[in-house]
């Protein structure tokens, strides 16, 4: 992966920092959303692909919910306070 590269990690250093359930649970999640917001050299992507191809056996509920993807970006915020079962607040 380019960002290890970057900054002189194995993917393995990773797993063996985080565990295996956190990094195949939350790392592999974040990177496979990421790339369902990439686009192709047609200006396409992986979801504009599922959907023409397979959209009509979601709900609509699914198919808001993957066009709404679709278009986001990762972001990382900072937690400041957790209310534990409750809520959390972050910048």
Excluded: P
């Amino acid at each position: 992966m380019q960002t290890c590269d970057e900054v002189g990690l194995a993917i393995d250093d990773i797993v063996s920092t985080v565990g295996e359930d956190l990094f195949m649970n939350t790392v592999w999640t974040c990177a496979f959303e990421d790339f369902l917001t990439r686009e192709f050299e047609d200006g396409e992507n992986a979801i504009d692909d599922y959907l023409k191809r397979r959209g009509w056996k979601e709900s609509a509920s699914v198919r808001t919910y993957m066009a709404g993807l679709r278009h986001s970006v990762m972001s990382l915020y900072e937690v400041s306070d957790i209310v534990r079962g409750t809520s959390f607040s972050g910048a």
